[in-house]
């Protein structure tokens, strides 16, 4: 902690950094992530501030005294009952779902994600992999309303996502397809395209940088990174509601002026390869609250 | 231009896929679409997944009269620069890439203006225009913008609020005056800041119509009037 409340000192932030500080010495007594596994999500980001000095992960003090009373939390809860809860044609729950480490093993699955898998011959992240379920599970028809109820299949996700909490990013890299898809993922995060001429790597090649009032995060350190694609989260905001990584994407893709991906496509699939194989090693903050 | 898979390896990706399915294994390198991925460079494949594999939303109308298509289909510099992946420009690609932006060079009619630094103003902090996708950005709706303070900082009380990607631009007519070298300097890096800044994160502005002659008179005023709060 010493180190830490150094730092902020050097760096001039100090009121702004005065709240971290005490929090972080005073640890965390409220409310808590009853579905998460490991330690809190708040907890994660403050062993990473301890561990760089990084003005993306200190940026909002706000959020970080937020981060224990998370509304996503109850998304989390509501996402468990749903995923346990009998549905479609077939009556089943999605329990016996295969996120990659057997069927129903949530712990540590969606960390492991976008993966091959042998059923579908395709390399597919999380919500592809939710969809597939309920269809082949549950017998939800392709054009049933529940494949579309966006914000059931965001709470199904934060519950997963919340059982990755603290694990490691490893997406898997075995299989040739895990590799084309990342390496794919890896061009288009340098590919320069549209009037703007804008590609990811434009706002996230370099440490500390601001577009506007908010700091970037560096694709090339993980310690930032990893937050960066801690997706399901929720967005302290206008929606204010529990946003999933096809939601974070589509919304770079929008900014950048250079047309809508698709859900579920495997350009987005692709994306999330590269994206999670650049945070491999640090913890997932599942669910996470964000600007 | 997207690169078309070689059809030889079309063929045999078929023949493959048809050979897997008879004999019971899995589809080979499967894809939603059936091609071989792992037949494919990580170019070739970025290159399908964007235009082949329903990766975007490719034929949805863009507000400069084209499609996504369009956008996503990378020109000279943009692919030279993206080849670079992140690291260190090279001097052959300063050569190539200098050379193209300086060829673009277009002049406004009369001489480069300065135009009125309110409205300047206006246009720097003024990020609407040309977002298409689930919420469309309606030109006729209201003026579309520079961006210039999602990257600079131009006004010191607006530090804060100001993005750094970008170099700051506090007090950038005081330091430089407003002869005729620096009018053309400033014009011509909004125009094409490669002519310069070769594969600089900084858009052409002008090259590629994102900003009108008119607007960037505004911008030119906002940065080199002594007025101008960019220079108080």
């Given at each position: 902690?010493?180190?830490?409340?150094?730092?902020?000192?050097?760096?001039k932030?100090?009121?702004?950094?005065?709240?971290?500080?005490?929090?972080?010495?005073?640890?965390?007594?409220?409310?808590?992530?009853?579905?998460?596994?490991?330690?809190?999500?708040?907890?994660?980001?403050?062993?990473?501030?301890?561990?760089?000095?990084?003005?993306?992960l200190?940026?909002?003090p706000?959020n970080?005294?937020?981060?224990?009373?998370?509304?996503?939390?109850?998304?989390?809860?509501d996402?468990?009952?749903?995923?346990?809860?009998?549905?479609?044609?077939?009556?089943?729950?999605?329990?016996?779902?295969?996120?990659?480490?057997g069927?129903?093993?949530l712990?540590?699955?969606?960390?492991?994600?976008?993966?091959?898998?042998?059923?579908?011959?395709?390399?597919?992240?999380?919500?592809?992999?939710?969809?597939?379920?309920?269809?082949?599970?549950?017998?939800?028809?392709?054009?049933?309303?529940?494949?579309?109820?966006?914000?059931?299949i965001?709470?199904?996700?934060?519950?997963v996502?919340?059982?990755?909490?603290?694990?490691?990013?490893q997406?898997?890299?075995?299989?040739?397809?895990?590799?084309?898809m990342?390496?794919?993922?890896?061009?288009?995060?340098y590919?320069?395209s549209?009037?703007?001429?804008?590609?990811c790597?434009?706002?996230?090649?370099?440490?500390?940088?601001?577009?506007?009032?908010?700091?970037?995060?560096?694709?090339?350190?993980?310690?930032e990174?990893?937050?960066?694609?801690?997706?399901?989260?929720?967005?302290?905001?206008?929606?204010?509601?529990?946003?999933?990584?096809?939601?974070?994407?589509?919304?770079?893709?929008?900014?950048?002026?250079?047309?809508?991906?698709n859900?579920r496509?495997?350009?987005?699939i692709?994306?999330?390869?590269?994206?999670?194989?650049?945070?491999?090693?640090e913890?997932?903050?599942?669910?996470?609250?964000?600007r | 231009?997207?690169?078309?898979?070689?059809?030889?390896?079309?063929?045999?990706?078929?023949?493959?896929?048809?050979?897997?399915v008879?004999?019971?294994?899995?589809a080979?390198?499967?894809?939603?679409d059936?091609?071989?991925?792992?037949?494919?460079?990580?170019?070739?494949?970025?290159?399908h997944?964007?235009?082949?594999?329903?990766?975007?939303?490719?034929?949805?109308?863009?507000?400069?009269?084209g499609?996504?298509?369009?956008?996503?289909?990378?020109?000279q510099?943009?692919?030279?620069?993206?080849?670079?992946?992140?690291?260190?420009?090279?001097s052959?690609t300063?050569?190539?890439?200098?050379?193209?932006?300086?060829?673009?060079?277009?002049?406004?009619?009369?001489?480069?203006?300065?135009?009125?630094?309110?409205?300047?103003?206006a246009?720097?902090?003024?990020?609407?225009?040309?977002?298409?996708?689930?919420?469309?950005d309606?030109?006729?709706?209201?003026?579309?913008?520079?961006?210039?303070?999602?990257?600079?900082?131009?006004?010191?009380?607006?530090?804060?609020?100001?993005?750094?990607?970008?170099?700051?631009?506090?007090?950038?007519?005081?330091?430089?005056?407003?002869?005729?070298?620096?009018k053309?300097?400033?014009?011509?890096?909004?125009?094409?800041?490669?002519?310069?800044?070769p594969?600089?994160?900084?858009?052409?502005?002008?090259?590629?119509?994102?900003?009108?002659?008119?607007?960037?008179?505004?911008?030119?005023?906002?940065?080199?009037?002594?007025?101008?709060?960019?220079?108080?």
């Open positions: 902690m010493n180190k830490t409340i150094e730092s902020l000192w050097a760096s932030r100090l009121l702004l950094a005065m709240p971290i500080a005490l929090l972080a010495l005073t640890g965390t007594a409220s409310a808590q992530c009853v579905n998460c596994t490991n330690e809190d999500p708040k907890k994660i980001l403050l062993d990473l501030i301890d561990q760089i000095d990084s003005a993306y200190t940026q909002s706000q970080l005294m937020m981060m224990e009373d998370n509304p996503a939390y109850f998304v989390v809860d996402g468990k009952a749903l995923f346990e809860q009998k549905r479609g044609p077939n009556n089943v729950s999605l329990e016996k779902c295969d996120f990659g480490k069927p129903g093993v712990d540590g699955a969606y960390a492991e994600m976008p993966r091959y898998f042998e059923d579908t011959g395709r390399v597919m992240d999380l919500e592809s992999r939710l969809v597939h379920c309920m269809k082949t599970l549950q017998g939800f028809p392709s054009d049933d309303p529940a494949l579309k109820a966006r914000a059931d965001r709470a199904l996700m934060a519950y996502g919340a059982r990755s909490n603290g694990y490691e990013w997406p898997s890299m075995d299989h040739p397809l895990e590799k084309a990342r390496d794919a993922g890896e061009v288009m995060f590919r320069r549209s009037v703007l001429d804008f590609s790597n434009t706002c996230h090649s370099e440490t500390g940088k601001q577009i506007r009032a908010s700091v970037l995060p560096n694709m090339n350190v993980p310690k990174w990893t937050k960066a694609v801690s997706w399901p989260a929720l967005r302290v905001g206008k929606s204010s509601n529990v946003r999933s990584p096809y939601q974070r994407l589509r919304g770079c893709y929008w900014q950048m002026r250079k047309g809508q991906i859900r496509s495997d350009a987005a692709a994306m999330f390869s590269f994206w999670k194989d650049a945070a491999r090693g913890p997932a903050i599942l669910p996470d609250l964000k | 231009m997207y690169r078309e898979i070689p059809h030889k390896l079309g063929r045999a990706a078929l023949v493959l896929t048809l050979l897997c008879v004999g019971g294994g899995p080979v390198a499967g894809s939603s059936n091609a071989d991925y792992t037949a494919m460079s990580a170019e070739e494949l970025a290159e997944l964007i235009f082949k594999a329903r990766g975007f939303n490719t034929d949805e109308a863009t507000q400069e009269g499609t996504v298509r369009d956008r996503l289909t990378q020109d510099l943009q692919k030279t620069c993206s080849e670079l992946k992140g690291g260190q420009i090279d052959a300063v050569q190539t890439v200098t050379q193209l932006a300086q060829k673009s060079m277009t002049y406004p009619d009369g001489g480069i203006e300065l135009g009125d630094w309110k409205k300047g103003q246009i720097a902090e003024n990020a609407f225009g040309f977002r298409v996708g689930h919420k469309v309606d030109h006729s709706s209201r003026e579309t913008g520079g961006l210039c303070m999602n990257c600079h900082r131009l006004e010191e009380k607006k530090a804060i609020r100001s993005g750094t990607l970008g170099p700051s631009l506090i007090g950038y007519g005081k330091e430089r005056g407003t002869s005729e070298q620096t053309k300097y400033t014009y011509e890096v909004i125009y094409n800041p490669h002519a310069f800044f594969c600089t994160k900084m858009p052409r502005f002008g090259a590629n119509e994102v900003l009108t002659q008119e607007k960037i008179a505004h911008i030119l005023a906002y940065l080199l009037d002594p007025a101008s709060p960019v220079n108080q």
